[in-house]
């Protein structure tokens, strides 16, 4: 059976009277799109609701899936601690989504909770689903840093676990839109935001999820977006259905996105399989890009793929140019997937008797030594996209005025503590931003003085 309908909501803690008290007059639209789908959810009777939240335990690389027989929580923390929830887990239909993610290696499942109770992305969706349906039990699932593609997995991961048992199941995708869309709202104003909110709305109002996976994470970042990976899962829920969509309301009247849509399956539709016709252009465009990589990426290319498929090294290639065999300088190794950092090692001087096996021994680090990553595994490959940079030689700078973030790169020192971060990357836009994040690699305080050098690179794609 698959999953009967879902739901995007958003979640403020405002919209529950009790702590709004009176303000949440101000989002009414809201509130009675809110409550049909408490009267749709009813209709359908489902024995279990299936709710994932921004706000609920959450890792880099893992989802967790809350475990036990049941949790409470309360709006204490919003003035208002006399709204209470104690609510029962669907502990078969958890234990079901945890053992298919274990046969795939995938990482979800019930490890590592760290606080047990509610959290307001569920307990706002429930305050209104309660006044109209109380005969159900929980699944409570927590996003990740995991991509996007990842969160879609889990999402056809709990549909088929509900299909195995036969469960009556609703999803119910918690999360606001954009927080930055008016100047007197709590973050402020992006350009972002409204271009979020619209086209998030246009998407969701059409069920074209496929378009989920374009949104690019700086773009989700500078808009402040809240609740885009929750509806990717539930967008995996219905993955080869056709979709059925209606939008209830949006509004931004508080500077924060609140988007209300239905979404109900129709039948089997092979065509809206979004996931594979998404990694199939994907490896199309990586194939692509192969086919014009210069001898530096495809040495790491090849170091790569020869220690994930054999954990062994290769030798240093016959018929490199000269300057891979008869140089030496310091290389970072950078592996992305599907347009996330899968992996990035280098060194900020040479190493190695020339510069190709300084590529090849970072190329395999890259893939495998990444301590903020798993290694890479064989079936990864044709996804992941490589390049090389060459580093010149440092040079002291007195003050962050002598960087420029798309020319030079940054080394940050204290003592023994050193932090390097490379030039032009997505999302660092400032030279006070680069100087930052070098101090966090090396644990260095915003307080400390430190040295600084920058470094120009030549890139390889």
């Known amino acids: 059976m698959p999953i009967l309908a879902g739901f995007m909501v958003p979640h403020p803690p405002l919209i529950v009277p009790q702590v709004g008290r009176g303000g949440e007059k101000e989002i009414d639209e809201t509130k009675a799109a809110y409550e049909q789908v408490g009267r749709e959810i009813a209709a359908l009777q489902p024995e279990t609701v299936i709710i994932s939240s921004p706000h609920a335990v959450m890792y880099s690389d893992y989802f967790h899936i809350s475990p036990g027989k049941r949790a409470e929580g309360s709006f204490a923390s919003f003035r208002a601690p006399e709204v209470r929830f104690r609510e029962e887990y669907d502990t078969e239909l958890t234990s079901e989504i945890e053992m298919l993610a274990g046969r795939r290696d995938f990482p979800a499942g019930t490890l590592g909770e760290r606080d047990k109770a509610l959290d307001h992305g569920v307990m706002v969706p429930l305050w209104f689903l309660r006044q109209f349906w109380t005969d159900y039990r929980l699944v409570r699932i927590g996003l990740s840093g995991l991509p996007l593609t990842e969160h879609y997995v889990l999402g056809q991961l709990a549909a088929q676990a509900v299909n195995r048992l036969g469960r009556r199941a609703v999803w119910i995708a918690s999360g606001d839109l954009s927080h930055k869309l008016q100047p007197h709202g709590p973050y402020g104003f992006a350009p972002e935001g409204p271009a979020y909110d619209a086209r998030i709305m246009d998407v969701c109002a059409r069920a074209a999820f496929g378009e989920l996976f374009d949104f690019d994470e700086d773009f989700c970042e500078k808009a ?13 829920a219905f993955d080869g259905l056709e979709v059925e969509a209606k939008q209830l309301s949006h509004q931004d009247v508080t500077g924060v996105g609140y988007g209300v849509c239905t979404f109900y399956p129709k039948g089997e ?11 199939q252009k994907q490896a199309a465009l990586a194939a692509e890009k192969r086919g014009a990589e210069d001898p530096w990426v495809k040495l790491a290319r090849a170091s790569l793929e020869a220690y994930v498929r054999s954990g062994k090294t290769i030798s240093l290639p016959a018929g490199l140019p000269p300057e891979l065999t008869g140089t030496r300088a310091g290389a970072f190794v950078s592996v992305h997937k599907e347009g996330r950092l899968r992996g990035c090692i280098g060194t900020i001087g040479p190493t190695c008797p020339c510069l190709g096996e300084e590529i090849m021994q970072n190329a395999v680090s890259a893939a495998s030594r990444d301590p903020r990553f798993d290694p ?6 044709p996804l992941l996209e490589i390049s090389v940079d060459v580093l010149g030689a440092p040079e002291d700078i007195l003050s962050e005025e002598e960087l420029d973030v798309k020319r ?19 999302g660092v836009d400032t030279p006070a931003r680069q100087v930052a994040i070098a101090r966090q690699k090396a644990g260095i305080r915003p307080d400390e003085p430190v040295k600084l050098q920058r470094f120009q690179v030549v890139r390889h794609h």
């Open 224 to 236: 402040a977006e809240c609740g885009h990976r929750s509806f990717v899962m539930m967008a995996g």
């Open 269 to 279: 539709d092979p065509g809206r399989r979004f996931l594979e016709a998404y990694r």
């Open 376 to 381: 890479i595994r064989p079936e990864e490959l």
């Open 408 to 426: 030079y790169g940054v080394i940050v020192t204290r003592g023994s503590r050193r932090g390097l971060l490379l030039p032009d990357l997505e």
